[in-house]
């Protein structure tokens, strides 16, 4: 089992930024990839970006090229979402997951922590 826990989120204006955290316990050699995924109301669950854990590859949906980075701590097991350029459609409660090796999917999921942006 992996465990998952954001820190992070808050009130922010229009053109700040936010930096999220994501430490990660359990069983954690076998991370093969996390990401960051968000939901606003009343809309679906969207990727944000990921990162591959050993290489550090990274990749990101197109709402947050050039503004957000995604990067990792390997020796503290945790993720991080650097955000910058913050908009008020970028609200939303942010979650990270965890893919693990040999698993097809993000199966590992935090509880969510809410950003809110004000225009």
């Known amino acids: 089992q992996v465990q998952l826990g954001e820190s992070g989120g808050g009130l922010v204006q229009a053109g700040g930024s936010l930096r999220l955290s994501c430490v990660a316990s359990g069983r954690t050699f076998s991370t093969y990839r996390m990401g960051w995924f968000r939901q606003a109301p009343g809309k679906e669950r969207e990727f944000v970006a990921a990162i591959y854990w050993n290489a550090g590859n990274t990749y990101y949906a197109d709402s947050g090229k050039g503004r957000f980075t995604i990067s990792r701590d390997y020796a503290k097991n945790t993720m991080y979402l650097q955000m910058n350029s913050l908009k008020p459609e970028d609200t939303a409660v942010y979650y990270c997951?965890?893919?693990?090796?040999?698993?097809?999917?993000?199966?590992?999921w935090g509880q969510g922590a809410q950003v809110t942006v004000s225009s």
């Open positions: 997951a965890a893919h693990m090796t040999g698993e097809g999917t993000y199966n590992y």
